[in-house]
């Protein structure tokens, strides 16, 4: 019966303590200590904005200006194409794009390619082809190198 009295001593000393961690003080507590959540708790400047502060992203895609229905594949990149379209500013200064129905095409001309006639809201006829593999600042539409313009 020895070792049954210690293992109920050793068991009834560990309630002990462990009740003695759990609430040491006069004050209310709950066991185990108390935790706070953010609602609780009045935020101090260096919390920085409460979530409620905070724009809330939408999770739906923004919508163009302008949709543009896709009534026919763009052409194949390099190819020579014609395509007639409506001249569009762009974002950035000095970016023109051709508003088609394969969609827009950022507007660079070739030597020699008259300028005058890439007027925001002209229907001009462009040939020329797709190069992709330019970097441009203007930031939206297919790079067009354009060989020839024509108005529409």
Do not use: K, W
Request: hydrophobic share 35%; with cysteine; net charge positive.
């Amino acid at each position: 019966m020895g070792t049954r009295r210690t293992t109920v001593a050793a068991v009834v000393l560990a309630v002990v303590v462990l009740a003695g961690c759990a609430g040491g003080s006069d004050d209310a507590r709950t066991p185990g200590g108390s935790v706070s959540t953010p609602a609780e708790r009045s935020p101090t400047p260096s919390d920085g904005p409460t979530p409620s502060d905070r724009p809330t992203p939408s999770l739906r895609p923004t919508p163009s200006l302008r949709p543009r229905p896709s009534l026919r594949p763009p052409p194949s990149i390099g190819s020579e194409v014609t395509i007639t379209g409506v001249v569009a500013e762009g974002v950035e200064a000095n970016c023109l794009l051709l508003d088609a129905p394969g969609g827009a095409y950022l507007l660079i001309a070739r030597a020699g390619v008259d300028r005058a006639l890439f007027r925001v809201n002209a229907r001009i006829t462009v040939r020329g082809h797709v190069d992709q593999s330019i970097m441009t600042t203007c930031q939206q539409g297919m790079p067009f190198l354009v060989s020839e313009v024509r108005p529409a």
